[in-house]
């Protein structure tokens, strides 16, 4: 048996005081692979877009090439556009130039983290604004589920068996939102 117990969605950050609120999924594609390079070209202001990407074996990153790339490529980042940590990417998005011009994307466990989010805003895709709702209802696009997988035939009693169920019963799932997942099931407050 395989059942999502978390699911994490990818979003995209700019500098807050970035006018741009919603990309489209294409938008989004076009800013990666080079096509569209100023922020006038999606409702802006007149200046060139820096697109932050993060390292060739950060999780981000391969979450990044699955669930929104989709087969295109990437454009190569300059050096200096490529975040070793998650934290590094967030720094440069918010400093970059003094200017909103940047945008980059991290988790949204890491973007709801109020600390880590200060001064940065999170876009909308489609419409739609990332949220513990939106992402569990599947609205918001960008989303890779978190699964417990389990023989089908393990025990009753058998500790997969109870952690299985554990981690998809109420307790479990409380501590999944309590560590700043999504949950599958709907938290109360």
């Known amino acids: 048996s395989m059942e999502p117990f978390a ?8 500098n ?3 006018p741009v609120d919603s990309l489209s999924v294409e938008q989004v594609q076009k800013i990666y692979t080079g096509e569209i390079t100023n922020w006038s070209e999606v409702g802006g202001v007149d200046e060139p877009i820096t697109a932050f990407q993060r390292n060739e074996n950060a999780g981000s ?46 988790v949204y466990y890491y973007a709801h983290d109020m600390e880590m989010a200060q001064g940065l805003k999170l876009l909308s895709i489609d419409g739609t604004a990332p949220s513990p709702d939106t992402i569990r209802s599947g609205e918001y696009p960008f989303l890779n589920p978190y699964y417990a997988v389990m023989d089908k035939d393990e025990a009753e009693d058998s500790p997969a068996r109870i952690l299985y169920d554990w981690l998809l019963g109420e307790e479990g799932q409380s501590l999944v939102a309590q560590e700043g997942y999504v949950s599958i099931l709907e938290q109360e407050g």
């Open 61 to 106: 990153q391969t979450m990044m090439k699955k669930l929104v790339m989709d087969g295109l490529e990437m454009m190569e980042p300059p050096v200096d556009y490529t975040a070793g940590s998650m934290s590094s990417l967030l720094e440069g998005v918010r400093q970059y130039d003094n200017s909103p011009a940047a945008i980059g994307y991290t």
């Open 16 to 18: 807050a005081d970035n």
């Open 7 to 14: 699911i994490e969605g990818l979003v995209f950050v700019v």
